[in-house]
């Protein structure tokens, strides 16, 4: 992979990631803000509140997940394995890359293992 390339693609890890992280301050600056409001009686009930907090820790954890992904590629950035597949060893396609800039895999390595045809020392399996 070029040195252009890269750069392009760790730049875009990081807007992402920095994405991520305000969109979470908002939500928990709009979240303090409502609990210090007064609400009507509607929204008081168990049911709504439920629904918040289920939606909210989902909206989290995928947020997390997102945060993890983002920083275990730049770690690949930064130990220079970034964009080499993990099955095969192959250089991973800078447009797969930059739709996927946390991907691990190339595409026909992907697709390998979704079709369950993830290769084995002895070839792939049957």
Known sequence: MRANELEVLKADLLRR??????TTRRAQQ??????????????????QREHEQSTLSLLGEVQRR??????????????????????CESEIDFRRLTALPFALLCAECATRRERGLAMQPDGPSL
């Open 17 to 22: 990631r920095e994405t991520i992280m305000e």
């Open 66 to 87: 997102h945060v993890a992904m983002i920083d275990a590629a730049l770690a690949r950035v930064a130990s220079g394995e970034y964009g080499v597949c993990l099955d």
């Open 30 to 47: 709009g979240l303090d803000e409502m609990k210090g409001a007064e609400r009507d009686p509607e929204f008081e009930e168990a049911a």
